[in-house]
């Protein structure tokens, strides 16, 4: 399965020769030796005697290439990366209710970093009928790791003028700023904006409250003020929507809200598949499973988050339902089983 990036449906997909061709002159040129750097380097073939040259050691894993093809019944799905980071330390972003020790005994048993906390940023695009479709946007351009998503996308053959609509679970700047490019450009010029009733009438509301949200009130202002630009800027292709919605046959909105007042989730259904695209019911592959009570340090409403972030692994772990998880280890496939007192995440083994 090496080639599972560039299988299931090359319409929508990349050949691998059209991958290689567009590295050859356009877009994409920039981003496959950056890609193909993040590889065990392979020794020359040998002359006798060479010595044998091991990879470096250290540095963050990165994806081998920024998109990762799959489906769901006959849609054609594909994760882009759109870059990643870590918060250091774990505590207080993961579980300020909890002390130090008892979130670090969860995360020892897990095998899970003390220090640090990786962060992925996996946006979904999704072939469906005649629309293609993302299901947020990243961070767009101007911060170091991140806001590969429009980059990706033509690397894995998508153009961005290609998509017909952009589905946004909620406007934190890792999902909603990557609307707009350089210079303040639409990213996607051609695309309808999805974003609830509640989230929108929140951020440009008269007075946004980020509530519990751990922010000094300088980047509280610097986020509300970059959310309303960005509105403001979508105005003509934006269109307001309610949890319950079927954008098109086989996507459904849920209402998830809690991490910020609007937030949404997607499930995306063809045949008997479902995939329940979680977006930001958890940050972090242990902390918020192991005791699904403990919050994150970004919420707007810590009560709230916590009641639909149960309620929705309750629903993913009992219909078994397939995962598509915003911030978990690229490519952000999995499944959820109860665990003790809590939940687990069972990452969906895949192939470079
Ligand atoms: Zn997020």
Known sequence: MADVEVQGGLGFASSRRTLLAAGAGL????????????????????????????????????????????????????????GASSFAPVH????????????????????????????????????????????DTGFGPGQDGVGKTADNLRAAGISPESVTGIVITHAHGDHFHGLLGANDSLTYPNAKVFVSRKEHDFWTGATPDLGETALDAKTKGAWIARGQ???????????????????VSGLELIDTSGHTPGHTSVIVTSGSESVVVAGDIMHNRVAMLANPRWTFSLDVNKKDAVKSRIAMFE???????????????????????????????MIEPWAW
């Open 27 to 82: 877009a994409g040129a920039a981003m496959l030796p950056r890609f193909a750097a993040a590889q065990p380097s392979k020794p020359a073939p040998s002359a006798p005697g060479a010595a044998k040259t091991l990879p470096a050691p250290g540095g963050a894993p990165a994806p081998k290439q920024g998109f990762h093809a799959f489906t769901i019944g006959s849609i054609q799905a594909m994760a882009i990366h759109d």
């Open 92 to 135: 207080p972003m993961f579980a300020p209710e909890a002390t130090v020790d008892e979130l670090n005994a969860v995360l020892r048993d897990h095998f899970h970093p003390l220090d640090k906390a990786p962060i992925e940023f996996n946006v979904l695009a999704l072939k469906m009928g005649a629309e293609t479709i993302l299901i």
């Open 229 to 247: 630009a960005i509105f403001k800027k979508i105005q003509p292709n934006l269109q307001i929507v309610a949890p319950g919605d079927k954008l």
């Open 315 to 345: 629903r993913i772990a009992s219909e078994r339902l397939r995962v598509f998880a915003y911030h978990l280890p690229w490519p952000g496939l999995g499944n959820i089983r109860k665990q003790g007192a809590g939940f687990e995440w």
